[in-house]
């Protein structure tokens, strides 16, 4: 067996703890981002999640950060999935991405809906780990709306529902599903609704049973995980003290079978 370690991490565009998008000068931007490779270096990861990052945003210095990060981390592969596009003077083009020390085979950008600003959705990406092609969700649910929430879900489980039946209706290998969920683990919204979903495919686990991840500062809430697969053995989970971000990162580590 061996042991991979995955992060997810909300970077809010690279501003740190600056609470107004936008006045953020570029050479702050990629001075945090800098930080950010520093910390991501120092835990080791083979898989980094990220949301909210930039790929060219009039916003936070209209540069790719994803790629600023992949140069100054080491980490040779990524996938960006853009789920807000704007042309024009005020140019956006953001969304998740996902760096990796292993080669991502294929890839898919799914968003929930068409617009501009504010859209989230999730990428999912196929990446070679130590030779098993291992599916990975990155997922950002809407921060407000519980009802938007539960819509975002369907369209996620319809998507998982349809690459299960494409082969045969049984997963190779199950997903890792994580990211930002803009909810806590409570009975009655998402994040509790997604792991009964997944737990009739499989005994998944869901890491961080503890810990609070927003605000960064003095975090009052969690609201970041990692589902796991079973055949991520023996998961050790822990909230990362950071603050680079609004967020927190989570990290996991686990013997991948």
């Known amino acids: 067996m061996q042991r991979v370690r995955i992060v997810t991490f909300n970077i809010a565009h690279g501003r740190g703890l600056n609470p107004i998008q936008g006045i953020t000068?570029?050479?702050k931007l990629r001075r945090n981002l800098r930080k950010i490779a520093d910390l991501l270096t120092r835990l080791d990861a083979d898989v980094v999640a990220l949301?909210?990052?930039d790929q060219r945003s009039r916003w936070a210095g209209n540069f790719d950060q994803l790629d600023y990060l992949s140069q100054h981390t080491g980490m040779p592969?990524?996938?960006?999935?853009?789920?807000?596009?704007r042309e024009g003077l005020i140019n956006l083009a953001y969304g998740n991405g996902i760096l990796s020390r292993h080669p991502i085979i294929?890839?898919?950008?799914?968003?929930?809906?068409?617009?501009?600003?504010?859209e989230?959705?999730?990428i999912?990406?196929?990446?070679?780990?130590?030779?098993?092609?291992?599916?990975?969700?990155n997922l950002h649910l809407h921060y407000r709306s519980r009802m938007h929430r539960f819509r975002q879900l369907e369209q996620l489980l319809d998507f998982l529902r349809a690459k299960r039946q494409a082969h045969g209706g049984e997963w190779p290998v199950l997903p890792i599903v994580c990211g930002d969920f803009n909810t806590p683990g409570g009975a009655s919204d998402v994040t509790a609704a997604l792991k009964r979903h997944l737990q009739d495919l499989a005994p998944y686990t869901l890491h961080p049973r503890r810990g609070r991840t927003f605000p960064s500062p003095l975090p009052a809430r969690l609201l970041?995980?990692?589902?796991?697969?079973p055949r991520a053995r023996e998961p050790s989970c822990r909230v990362v003290r950071a603050m680079?971000?609004?967020h927190r990162p989570v990290l996991v580590d686990f013997e991948l079978s």
Do not use: C, W
Request: no cysteine.
């Open 244 to 246: 680079l971000s609004d």
């Open 51 to 53: 949301q909210e990052i």
């Open 224 to 229: 970041d995980f990692v589902f796991m697969p």
């Open 120 to 122: 989230k959705g999730f």
């Open 77 to 85: 592969y990524s996938v960006f999935g853009v789920h807000n596009r």
């Open 25 to 27: 000068s570029a050479e």
């Open 124 to 137: 999912f990406a196929e990446v070679d780990l130590h030779g098993m092609r291992v599916p990975l969700v």
């Open 106 to 118: 294929a890839s898919e950008t799914v968003s929930f809906g068409q617009r501009q600003v504010g």
